[in-house]
């Protein structure tokens, strides 16, 4: 493992010492996740270097002795890395309208990964948590009885 310094390369790049990647890594991820909630897009070949600034920041971590995993080990969430569902998809899990679905994911406090889509994750969660309270509410607890027996 090398020490140097970052420099320009001339034919249009940078040399980042590893040591430095997997802290630049952390702070691009979130940059570009908040840009993404945003509803922006990340050109292709941004993403490419983001994904090969993890690799090296990894690489010089297990290099440096830390097998344990880390919170690097985390792929950074994108649109293009998860399964999504659309707002429409979410309402028809719910049975409900699309304005409907986006009020009870809030509720639930599930943030939409992008522009009118949703973590397909997220939207298994809400579903099973609607059925749940949905069984509760078909099956409501017997009143007390009056004699006092149980």
């Not at 971590?61 to 399964?83: E, H, K, Q």
């Not at 409900?96 to 949703?118: C, D, F, K, N, T």
């Not at 078909?138 to 009056?146: K, T």
Request: glycine residues 10%.
């Amino acid at each position: 493992m090398s020490d140097a310094e970052p420099a320009v390369i001339q034919a249009g790049g940078v040399f980042l010492p590893a040591s430095v990647c997997e802290p630049l890594w952390r702070v691009l991820r979130a940059e570009l996740a908040r840009h993404r909630a945003d509803g922006g897009r990340v050109r292709p070949d941004v993403a490419a270097a983001l994904v090969a600034l993890r690799a090296a920041g990894l690489a010089y971590v297990s290099a440096n002795g830390l097998t344990a995993r880390t919170s690097s080990d985390i792929g950074a969430s994108s649109p293009s890395d998860a399964a999504l569902v659309t707002t429409g998809g979410l309402a028809g899990r719910l049975g409900v309208s699309e304005r409907h679905a986006r009020r009870l994911a809030r509720q639930a406090g599930i943030a939409p990964a992008g522009r009118g889509l949703w973590l397909a994750e997220d939207a298994a969660a809400l579903v099973a948590a609607r059925r749940t309270d949905a069984r509760r509410d078909s099956f409501p607890a017997l009143p007390p009885r009056r004699d006092g027996a149980e």
